[in-house]
């Protein structure tokens, strides 16, 4: 995926909305910006698939040397998959945040949160501020 692309929470998350199955389902990670702040990543407990969730509810931790860090979801919906790769793999997230390192894919069922997500310029401009 492409960064430009994708939409932003102020906590770092990204999210990807496609149509799957008739459904808006949201294909969640967090930025490059979000991995070089929490530097190395040591485990991530990934959300249940099934578990209903709401925008701007802690979804699942990751873990880094520095801290344990919850990790929000931008949208409010169903969980309908993770990425399990992740669990033997954690550094997909450092190598390829936009790509293998997605964390998770929640199936939309309130759009209301989509407004108040950032594009990737207005992102960057969050990034520049807390550097």
Request: negative net charge; charged residues 30%; glycine residues 6%.
């Amino acid at each position: 995926m492409k960064p430009e692309e994708l939409l932003y929470a102020d906590t770092h998350e990204w999210i990807a909305v496609a149509e799957e199955n008739g459904a808006k389902v949201a294909t969640l990670g967090i930025s490059a910006f979000a991995v070089e702040s929490l530097t190395d990543l040591v485990f991530i407990e990934l959300p249940k698939p099934g578990r209903t969730v709401t925008a701007k509810e802690p979804i699942c931790e990751v873990e880094s040397v520095k801290a344990v860090s919850d990790i929000y979801s931008p949208v409010s919906g169903e969980v309908v998959e993770a990425n399990s790769a992740l669990e033997d793999n954690l550094e997909k997230i450092s190598e390829d945040p936009y790509g293998e390192g997605w964390i998770c894919k929640i199936r939309i069922e309130d759009e209301a949160g989509l407004e108040a997500l950032k594009s990737h310029a207005d992102y960057e401009k969050l990034c520049a501020e807390q550097a």
